[in-house]
């Protein structure tokens, strides 16, 4: 019975430190590098100790490190980019396993980060023989203008934008000389992608800010492009949280640490139990 009952007082312990820590999650801010502090807190009677720490939250929403920063502006459109467009998600994701690996591979010989992976699935949903309104042709939706800059040949039999290793390489590169330019801002890159070099760094210039990114010029840019964005954030943030999307667990309220709690006995209570069973 003693068992049972100490069983029983260790779970409400937990419970209780994880519940009174989950609704002050600002008080743990600013804890070392590890992401937990070790606290021993006497309670409940002389012979009873609670030794608790503070621990990575299992649900708590991570975004990639290249789009963390940002976190406040953006967890609120992710939110509901998840609930409105989910059979649309999980598909792209579906159709995506084929095309992810491959894409890596050449991301790596060109040092480009993977978030851009996503960005087929907005341009083509990863349709070789997608064209937009604008003559935008493949997988990667270039311009022939552009496709031409970066190598890609473009004739009535052949035109490489269609074929997945040529034009992700081409995108690559493209990548690549953006995030040059933008000093490493992928933001701005993935921006610069959907409208052109040309409108970010006007947008930029009408932001008269030192250094502004893409929350700065934001409004600058065409809606189009601020949503294109927008959805790359999304689905990136999805992505890295995809087994929390699947089930339903998606929940941006949630901290980044919790208190776990541990009990602790006395020697005499050990022996008590002990006794009992």
Request: aromatic letters at 14%; glycine letters at 4%; proline letters at 3%.
């Amino acid at each position: 019975m003693k068992l049972h009952q100490s069983k029983s007082l260790l779970t409400l312990i937990i419970i209780f430190f994880i519940i009174g820590f989950s609704t002050s999650a600002k008080d743990i801010i600013g804890f070392g590098p590890d992401n937990y502090s070790d606290s021993t807190i006497d309670t409940i009677s002389r012979n009873v100790r609670i030794e608790s720490a503070l621990v990575k939250n299992p649900d708590w929403v991570a975004y990639p490190v290249s789009l963390a920063e940002h976190r406040e502006e953006s967890k609120d459109y992710v939110k509901h980019y998840s609930k409105k467009e989910r059979s649309y998600i999980i598909y792209m994701f579906n159709k995506g396993k084929e095309f992810f690996p491959k894409m890596l591979h050449i991301f790596d010989k060109y040092n480009v980060p993977s978030v851009f992976q996503i960005l087929p699935a907005l341009e083509s949903n990863f349709n070789a023989n997608a064209v937009s309104n604008a003559g935008a042709v493949g997988y990667w939706q270039f311009m022939s203008e552009l496709a031409g800059e970066y190598g890609l040949n473009i004739s009535t039999k052949n035109d490489e934008r269609k074929n997945f290793a040529k034009s992700t390489t081409a995108a690559a590169k493209f990548f690549r000389d953006q995030l040059n330019f933008f000093n490493n801002d992928i933001l701005l890159t993935v921006a610069a992608f959907n409208c052109g070099q040309g409108r970010v760094i006007s947008a930029l210039k009408k932001s008269d800010k030192t250094d502004a990114d893409f929350w700065d010029i934001k409004k600058y840019l065409p809606e189009e492009t601020r949503i294109f964005v927008m959805k790359f954030i999304a689905l990136n943030v999805i992505s890295t949280n995809y087994d929390k999307f699947m089930d339903h667990k998606l929940n941006f309220s949630e901290p980044p640490l919790i208190q776990w709690a541990l009990f602790d006995s006395s020697k005499e209570d050990n022996s008590l139990t002990r006794n009992s069973l």
